[in-house]
């Protein structure tokens, strides 16, 4: 019996080593930003709020744990525009140096996967008709892989000057039947989004969770500037 038990172990042992020895599992961590995919369109929008400053928090993340403290470095790669112009049949213009303002160096921590980067965009340094794009990489990360795909985010701005954040304000009242069961008012941060040159998109009310939304229509007419406003396609079959 006891010879027996001492096969079974070594087999098991030999097993675990021969699977140890074929895995492919690569452990090896790389830098990437965690917010930096370029498939939504909303994901890296800038939108102002009344203030001339705003505030976007870039996540730079590691696959894996470091191996050590490493000493990471930012910057505009400005090459990285005209690619993106192509790809995505757009014509941004880079942003004036004087329009931004970022750490571009900061040190990784063999104890945490990812760190925020502050970047401050400043709406007084660009032109309300232009379209604008910041695109920052990941330049060097002290000898520790770089992800070529994912090391660079692409911050942008809209010319349409409707668009931003706006603080709103409203009245919900509840009824039963004839009767009024409640009355209640409520505050709400909404983002106006364009959709085209023309378009932009706005929540409904509270209910923008739920697909309701209102299309705003904004442009000249011979001259004229007509302002116009109609219910989503969610909207228009649910009343």
């Given at each position: 019996m006891r010879f027996?038990?001492?096969i079974l172990i070594a087999s098991l042992i030999f097993v675990y080593s021969a699977c140890k020895k074929n895995s492919s599992v690569d452990l090896t961590p790389s830098f990437y930003f965690l917010n930096g995919d370029t498939s939504s369109f909303s994901n890296t929008l800038i939108l102002?709020?009344?203030s001339d400053t705003i505030t976007y928090n870039a996540i730079v993340s590691s696959t894996y744990l470091l191996p050590r403290n490493v000493n990471v470095t930012l910057g505009v790669v400005s090459d990285s525009l005209a690619s993106y112009n192509a790809s995505h049949g757009t014509d941004y213009q880079l942003m004036p140096a004087n329009a931004y303002s970022f750490q571009?160096?900061?040190?990784a921590s063999d104890s945490s996967v990812f760190d925020t980067v502050h970047v401050s965009i400043?709406?007084?340094a660009l032109d309300a008709s232009k379209s604008y794009m910041l695109p920052i990489?990941?330049?060097?990360?002290?000898?520790?892989?770089i992800d070529a795909g994912t090391s660079t985010i692409y911050l942008h701005t809209t010319s349409s000057v409707l668009s931003g954040i706006y603080n709103s304000t409203g009245i919900k009242t509840l009824y039963t039947a004839d009767s009024v069961t409640s009355v209640d008012t409520f505050e709400i941060t909404k983002s106006l989004i364009p959709v085209t040159a023309t378009e932009s998109d706005i929540d409904y009310a509270?209910?923008?969770s739920n697909g309701w939304k209102y299309k705003l229509y904004f442009y000249l007419s011979n001259?004229?500037?007509v302002f116009e406003v109609n219910p989503n396609d969610v909207i228009a079959t649910s009343v």
């Open positions: 027996l038990r001492l102002f709020t009344s571009t160096q900061y040190n400043y709406k007084h990489g990941i330049t060097d990360a002290g000898g520790i892989a509270d209910l923008g001259g004229t500037p």
